[in-house]
């Protein structure tokens, strides 16, 4: 079972933590040592708040192995609301229904499972904006 | 630096060759090419391929090359860039002969990608993406690929059928070239009405997979005559790179790696696109044809279906790529696609392209992408 790979990037996967460049102000996601933009190190900590709007996406019909269960699904580029462009899958939506410039939020699921036996992989995926009316008491 | 040349060239027919391992197929394109040269034992072989240890549990692959095609006992190296393997062992072969370092060499790009089913080798050649941020969403390069033609059509008011010309003309151009993969002409409705594989990817925007090898023999250009009654000279070669993943890149839409590395080769070749006499360009998605175009400079961005459309990259046009079929229809074989440009470009500089005979070709350029636009190798060849 593969754990540690998906161990380590937990907090990406299920907070979308990633990082903020102290040098140039650019938002990055995931983190990485050496900022794309500036070359400058790297380091300090930014939770993402999970809102963004679709920049592109394709509904796949002849997923790739591993993925056979869930087709057909709508993988997506979504640009998230501080600035980065993450990949992610689309849930709670029908495919005819994405449009470029759709608002969505992240939220927690299943990306995949390695076999009967093997470990659940959970991640952000996104979905349309749900709003929620309260009512007053 | 020394000025090199090519003095040999080899291929293997591209297709499904159940019948013929990846080390079979890769010998036979080196000896080849040796044969075509006039050369025995040269001094060391650079191997490009992408998937023989995931697919083929075969590493040390340039090593079993060597002694399968009987060179035992030179240096042999492999030299790895997804799908930009083949270009990019050319760039270490021209680099061992430029410096000095060595005089013969062969360089050879293989692949075999056809024992295994679809599923699997799609899952494999999603190393050449993000597997931690792409791959893990169930993305493979075709959804990548989508994903960008969706934007590109959104942003620039193109509908899908204005790619139709790329996989058109890369289909006319195979009828006559007998190592292609496919070799019948496709008609407009065929690509209008073709299923859907990722939308809006449908099967005729996408190279098949396939196997194959390719090989060039290198010498320094003052030493060419010794082998070659019409070598075909190195005038540039250039790599550069990108993000791995799409979502990292400053401008999606925006093949900077192909950029950079088509600007490079111009400047070090001492000409324009304008002087380009065919472009083998890496036509493995329709949309990474049209983006190529505007990247090297041939057509102002969002404008690359135009060039398809106005019929201008066809034989008689005036920027003829895939000349001998391209990615789409000689095939894909994904380490050895770059090698079979080069000898493609070759065959047409030689005057040896037949019936797909460019007239007058005296400025070839290939270009060879990795992954997404992350690696973009391009090569221009006088002859």
């Known amino acids: 079972m593969r754990l540690a790979p998906h161990w380590r990037v937990r907090r990406q996967r299920l907070q979308l933590r990633g990082e903020i460049c102290e040098s140039c102000g650019q938002h990055l996601f995931p983190p990485r040592d050496v900022c794309p933009h500036c070359h400058q190190p790297a380091d300090e900590q930014f939770a993402y708040s999970g809102e963004g709007t679709v920049y592109s996406y394709s509904t796949v019909y002849e997923p790739p192995h591993g993925y056979e269960q869930y087709a057909p699904y709508t993988v997506a580029l979504v640009r998230l609301k501080e600035g980065p462009l993450v990949t992610a899958q689309l849930t709670d939506i029908d495919p005819q229904d994405v449009r470029i410039g759709l608002p969505v939020e992240m939220v927690t699921r299943v990306l995949r499972e390695e076999g009967e036996d093997g470990m659940i992989v959970y991640g952000y995926k996104f979905r349309p904006i749900l709003h929620v009316e309260s009512q007053a008491v | ?383």
């Open chain 2, 1 to 383: 630096m020394r000025d090199v040349s090519i003095i040999g060239i080899g291929q293997t027919p591209v297709g499904e060759h159940w019948d013929t391992s990846l080390r079979d197929l890769g010998a036979q394109a080196i000896i080849a090419a040796l044969k075509d040269a006039g050369v025995g034992r040269p001094d060391a072989l650079y191997v490009g391929n992408m998937l023989s240890g995931q697919l083929g549990a075969q590493e040390q692959l340039a090593t079993l090359l060597a002694d399968w095609s009987g060179l035992r006992g030179i240096e042999a190296l492999r030299v790895e860039a997804a799908c930009a393997s083949g270009a990019a062992a050319l760039r270490m072969g021209i680099l061992a002969v430029a410096s000095g370092w060595h005089d013969l060499v062969v360089v050879c790009g293989v692949e075999k990608m056809t024992d295994m089913d679809g599923e699997e080798t799609t899952v494999a050649l999603m190393a050449a993406a993000d597997a931690e941020y792409e791959g893990i969403h169930g993305t493979s390069f075709v959804s990548l690929n989508a994903m960008l033609m969706r934007r590109y059509m959104e942003e620039y008011g193109v509908p899908h059928d204005a790619f139709a010309g790329f996989p058109m003309n890369s289909h006319a151009n195979a009828v006559n070239n007998p190592n292609a993969m496919f070799r019948q002409a496709i008609k407009r409705d065929t690509f209008v009405n073709a299923r859907m594989i990722a939308d809006p990817i449908n099967l005729f925007d996408s190279a098949p997979i396939a196997d194959g090898a390719a090989a060039v023999v290198l010498c320094p250009s003052e030493r060419a005559h010794e082998f070659a009654a019409h070598p075909v000279r190195i005038a540039a070669s250039s790599v550069a790179t990108d993000s791995v993943a799409l979502h990292d890149r400053h401008d999606p839409l925006f093949l900077a790696a192909v950029n950079a590395s088509a600007m490079k080769a111009y400047q070090q070749a001492g000409i324009g696109p304008s002087d380009v006499d065919l472009f083998e360009l890496h036509d493995a998605f329709s949309i990474i044809a049209a983006l190529s175009l505007e990247a090297s400079g041939f057509a102002p961005r969002g404008q690359g279906t135009q060039l398809a459309i106005a019929g201008e990259i066809g034989l008689q046009g005036r920027v003829p790529i895939c000349t001998l079929g391209g990615l789409k229809a000689r095939g894909h074989p994904v380490g050895a696609t770059g090698m079979y440009q080069i000898v493609e470009a070759s065959m047409q500089l030689r005057g040896q392209a037949g019936a797909n005979q460019i007239p007058d070709a005296h400025w070839a350029m290939t270009q060879n992408i990795g992954g997404v636009g992350g690696t973009a190798i391009t090569h221009i060849l006088e002859g």
